[in-house]
């Protein structure tokens, strides 16, 4: 299974990003933020939730999560980060675009 976003294709078995079909560095806890947001297409994921997600056993602050959204956005600079990687003020991120999950029998829908 893979997910589609913009030029952007994510698999989470070999988590791998890829962006018009170059690979894309990402850290594993970045990956695990931009995976978190494209299986919550369409909806704002505040950050008490990734908090509770990324970091489950720790208490962090709240510039390491705005440290990865700013690494995620730039790592997707080309395929204009910031449109990609929405913030809410006073309420959380969201994926700016679409996603669409792939099998190996083609498209389906996501969530």
Not at 39 to 57: C, G, I, M, T, Y
Not at 88 to 98: N, S, T
């Amino acid at each position: 299974m893979f997910y589609r976003f913009g030029a952007c294709k994510l698999d989470p078995v070999r988590r791998v990003l890829t962006q018009d079909e170059c690979e894309v560095a990402l850290t594993p806890k970045t990956f695990d933020l931009l995976f978190y947001l494209v299986q919550n297409p369409n909806r704002v994921v505040s950050k008490d939730e990734l908090f509770a997600h990324l970091w489950p056993d720790s208490f962090v602050e709240e510039r390491n999560l705005s440290q990865h959204v700013f690494l995620l956005r730039k790592a997707l600079a080309g395929a204009d980060g910031d449109r990609l990687i929405l913030t809410v003020p006073g309420r959380g991120y969201r994926l700016g675009v679409e996603v669409e999950l792939l099998g190996e029998r083609g498209p389906t829908p996501s969530r």
